[in-house]
């Protein structure tokens, strides 16, 4: 398993190793695609579990067309996005993604069957384990368990600070060249400013 970004054009966006890997431990779901020349190209969102080493399972039904199109190519990419934040005045949007490229084992041994469940239970319901167990031994022979093991990773982000708007320069001087003018008291000064910019005191600058 090798961290990567030597691809990614923009090296002022590049998410660390350990925040990538703080992300694949975390991430609540990703979304898998896999293609096939008969069944083209297919993406899925889907609940996963990494062991901390280079494997990350996925648990799903024994027939479907997951099975059909790894049949044909077991090569897969799963891409996982954590926190992101529109920034509405700039345009723009935070965010923290990590693509990963592996080959598809579509059989496992009982045992490691049976060890990707425990791991799914611990991550999604760890309160409840004990439940889930007894779920996971009645259900155990119509579940079925793929395994992805990594060969790359590699992580990409955007993080920003949100300035003020550009109005907050000029309402304060707005407001000023009225009241020198007689025009408003000084409670409706307040009352302007708060309306402008949510807060006179914080959105001086920009």
Known sequence: MEYINDLIRRKDRLLSEDEAMSLLENGEYGVLSISSPEEGVYGIPINYVW????????????????????????????CVVGRTRVVSNQF???YESIVINGTMICQLEETEKRKALELLLDKYSPEDKKVGL????????????????????????????????DYCLISPL??????????????????ITFFLNGNPFLCINT
Request: aromatic share 16%; glycine share 4%.
């Open 134 to 165: 007894k779920y996971m031994e009645k259900s155990f022979h119509r579940t079925h368990v793929l395994k992805l093991v990594i060969k790359t990773i590699s992580g990409k982000c955007k993080k920003m600070n949100q300035p003020c708007p």
């Open 51 to 78: 062991d901390k080493q280079q494997s990350i399972y996925f648990h799903c039904a024994p027939e479907g067309r997951k099975l059909c199109i790894l049949q044909d190519c077991n090569q897969a990419s799963f």
């Open 92 to 94: 723009s949007i935070e």
């Open 174 to 191: 707005f407001i000023f060249c009225f009241f020198s003018m007689g025009y408003f008291s000084f409670a409706n000064v307040i009352w």
